[in-house]
């Protein structure tokens, strides 16, 4: 809705690193509790490192883009 508000043009790039940020977020987190599950920390924890600082980036640089158009 603030979008519409505000008249904001976001580029389509921006919707799709988000798109890619969360779905990277979700896998992440998928992988980290299956990997707990299984009884396997190390694994977990560099899933964590591998995936989620990626995920994370990409939120970062997503919103930085959201917030700046």
Excluded: D
């Amino acid at each position: 809705m603030w979008v519409i508000q505000e008249n904001v043009t976001v580029g389509w790039y921006v919707w799709l690193l988000g798109a890619l940020a969360l779905l990277l977020g979700t896998l992440t987190a998928q992988h980290y509790f299956a990997s707990l599950q299984e009884l396997e920390p190390k694994a977990a924890r560099r899933g964590l490192l591998v995936m989620g600082v990626p995920a994370l980036i990409l939120a970062g640089v997503a919103s930085w883009l959201f917030l700046t158009s």
